[in-house]
């Protein structure tokens, strides 16, 4: 009997919970709605209606991806599955590829052209296609003459406020030349576009300063997968592990990036995670200067997300006491639409 390739709709509960269980069986147990919520696509490979392969797609990450015990020996339907996904995303123009993975699975995805950017204990992250990194990294312009010291942010600015502000202006006076990658991923309040500008506003002051897109390469949490991790406990620690090391690997030596900035974190448990990560994976090769957080008169800190529930509390009042006059101008000017997208649903806690 010829095997057949065919979509499942996740919808459709007899599909889901085929492909669920089949997934089990693979060793796959999180199923969770910011997982699955993701999927654009999923195919199977049949051989007399038995499910013998599947995948999804999610974006232009190939996700919960396994096959049958059968076939694991051969390759053969990992291969098969693996090449449709990457066609279907062709038919869409698409032909850059991600994977995250278990590490027990990098060569697998090697042997199908994937290259690998960052390993751990936890998990994998591997490309295939164009544009790559090294692309991203020489669309960065880099400074003519040489310079002595460089240093490196990374924020999500969701929005920019007076803390984003002091801690660059931080950086700035203490190096030649700091880059500052504003993560590009369209999961917040703010989008990325928006994110971008605001963050270009409120340093323009600063003639050392560049700021860049962290394009794909600076990854926020909410798009980070994680469905082949046995235990949500891992999550933090997988997600700033593998961030951390891309950094480390690629983006530092490339930008010749020797301190990395990060503002001390007394609110959120993720971000000060992040931050211990951080300085467990690149020290000693790159120096980690954590800033304490700019505060207000009363003692509290600023915070992004203390902002964003103003501006749901359509409460402005004293907002230009957390963000510079760029910022308080782009809210004002788009107070409507920011609570309508609220209105519809995105998220104002977290990062």
């Not at 199923?31 to 049949?46: K, P, R, W, Y």
């Not at 994998?124 to 990194?133: K, N």
């Not at 090391?245 to 990395?260: E, M, N, Q, S, V």
């Amino acid at each position: 009997m010829a095997k057949k390739t065919k979509e499942l709709n996740l919808t459709n509960p007899e599909d889901f919970n085929l492909w669920k269980n089949f997934l089990q069986q693979a060793g796959i147990k999180n199923f969770s709605t910011a997982e699955v919520d993701q999927v654009d696509l999923t195919i199977g490979i049949f051989e007399n209606q038995k499910l013998l392969a599947t995948g999804s797609l999610a974006g232009n990450v190939l996700k919960y991806i396994a096959v049958s015990a059968d076939s694991i020996g051969t390759g053969s339907e990992f291969n098969s599955i693996v090449s449709e996904l990457i066609g279907r995303l062709a038919l869409q123009g698409i032909f850059h590829v991600f994977v995250f993975t278990k590490p027990k699975y990098v060569a697998s995805f090697q042997h199908l052209g994937f290259k690998s950017l960052a390993i751990s204990a936890y998990g994998a992250v591997l490309e295939r296609g164009f544009p790559d990194i090294a692309t991203y990294l020489a669309d960065i312009k880099q400074p003519e003459k040489p310079v002595k010291k460089t240093a490196a942010i990374v924020m999500n600015a969701n929005p920019f406020t007076l803390g984003h502000k002091f801690l660059v202006e931080q950086a700035a006076q203490k190096n030649d030349l700091v880059y500052v990658f504003v993560v590009a991923t369209n999961a917040g309040l703010f989008n990325a576009a928006e994110r971008l500008k605001l963050v270009k506003q409120g340093t323009q002051h600063l003639k050392n300063v560049k700021v860049v897109s962290g394009g794909s390469y600076m990854v926020s949490y909410a798009t980070f997968p994680a469905y082949f991790l046995d235990s949500s406990n891992d999550l933090i620690e997988y997600q700033t592990t593998l961030d951390a090391l891309i950094f480390k690997k690629w983006i530092a030596p490339y930008l010749k990036i020797t301190t990395r900035y990060l503002g001390s974190e007394p609110l959120s448990r993720t971000t000060n995670i992040y931050n211990e990560t951080l300085e467990k994976i690149l020290v000693p090769e790159i120096k980690v200067n954590i800033v304490s957080r700019r505060q207000l008169s009363n003692g509290e800190v600023i915070s992004a997300s203390k902002v964003r529930k103003m501006i749901a509390e359509n409460d402005l009042s004293n907002l230009s006491e957390l963000v510079p006059e760029t910022t308080l101008s782009f809210i004002r000017d788009n107070l409507a639409d920011l609570k309508n997208r609220i209105q519809k649903g995105m998220k104002i806690r977290g990062n």
